[in-house]
């Protein structure tokens, strides 16, 4: 199973992507309490300094809670995964596969 990387210079509309063709769920990103815009980057809506080379990295078996929590504790940045048809929130205590078939 593949590593999911994110970093500070990746478009959000890639992020998003990217997201949903590794995991089948639908990515939400924030900027404050907006959806981000898909031509903003992370770095640019990040919260905090993002440190050169910082990324936040998951796979598969990542649970959603602490993709969340990473995203929030590297980047400030608040997100939120929906299934795939973006209808409803997952279950936190899924993992990133089973987020994609809820």
Same mark, same amino acid.
């Given at each position: 199973?593949?590593?999911?990387?994110?970093?500070?210079?990746?478009?959000?509309?890639?992020?998003?992507?990217?997201?949903?063709?590794?995991?089948?769920?639908?990515?939400?990103? &924030?900027?404050?309490?907006?959806?981000?815009?898909?031509?903003?980057?992370?770095?640019?809506?990040?919260?905090?300094?993002?440190?050169?080379?910082?990324?936040?990295?998951?796979?598969?078996?990542?649970?959603?809670?602490?993709?969340?929590?990473?995203?929030?504790?590297? &980047?400030?940045?608040?997100?939120?995964?929906?299934?795939?048809?973006?209808?409803?929130?997952?279950?936190?205590?899924?993992?990133?596969?089973?987020?994609?078939?809820?």
């Amino acid at each position: 199973m593949a590593d999911f990387n994110i970093a500070g210079r990746m478009k959000i509309s890639t992020l998003k992507s990217n997201f949903k063709s590794s995991f089948g769920s639908t990515l939400r990103v &924030y900027n404050g309490v907006k959806f981000a815009d898909d031509d903003d980057t992370v770095g640019k809506i990040a919260k905090k300094t993002v440190s050169r080379g910082s990324e936040v990295k998951a796979n598969g078996h990542t649970k959603v809670s602490t993709f969340e929590k990473a995203m929030k504790d590297t &980047y400030g940045i608040k997100v939120q995964i929906a299934n795939s048809s973006d209808s409803d929130l997952v279950d936190n205590s899924l993992s990133l596969t089973a987020s994609g078939k809820a």
